[in-house]
């Protein structure tokens, strides 16, 4: 009769983890619905240095333009042509964020000009070019 009654009390000495492993699947449920996901260019850039260069934190849609002349999108490289249906795309999924341009310091400033009237013809008015913070001065 002891016996019977020391095992009913290791049993309810026990925790029902149960409840807690719910409350953690909700949270991460939660946590994947609330994050807005970057869209990344998709290739490293050599961005030029300015002295006003600021950190935004917000979600941003990504364009690189490299020293050759290839534009990225989304680890994708796009003609020219279809920066703007690209740009429309990604901006239907994220309308909030701006656009930001990462052009190499080599690049071509008309293939940079092209490139942001592509993507103003898109709707966005909203656009920065990314540089590294920092000392700009040459001399």
Request: proline content about 2%; charged content about 30%; hydrophobic content about 40%.
């Amino acid at each position: 009769m002891s016996r019977r009654s020391h095992r009913s009390r290791e049993e309810e000495a026990g925790i029902d983890l149960t409840p807690m492993l719910d409350i953690v699947f909700i949270m991460l449920i939660f946590f994947i619905v609330t994050t807005s996901f970057v869209k990344e260019a998709g290739v490293d850039v050599t961005r030029p240095s300015a002295e006003t260069a600021e950190r935004r934190e917000r979600g941003n849609i990504l364009v690189a333009i490299r020293d050759n002349g290839e534009v990225w999108i989304d680890r994708r490289q796009v003609d020219l042509r279809a920066v703007r249906a690209n740009i429309e795309r990604l901006h239907a999924e994220n309308p909030e964020g701006a656009v930001v341009i990462q052009a190499d310091t080599d690049s071509r400033t008309g293939l940079l000009v092209r490139v942001m009237d592509q993507i103003r013809l898109a709707g966005v008015s909203n656009i920065s070019i990314a540089a590294e913070q920092g000392g700009g001065g040459g001399s």
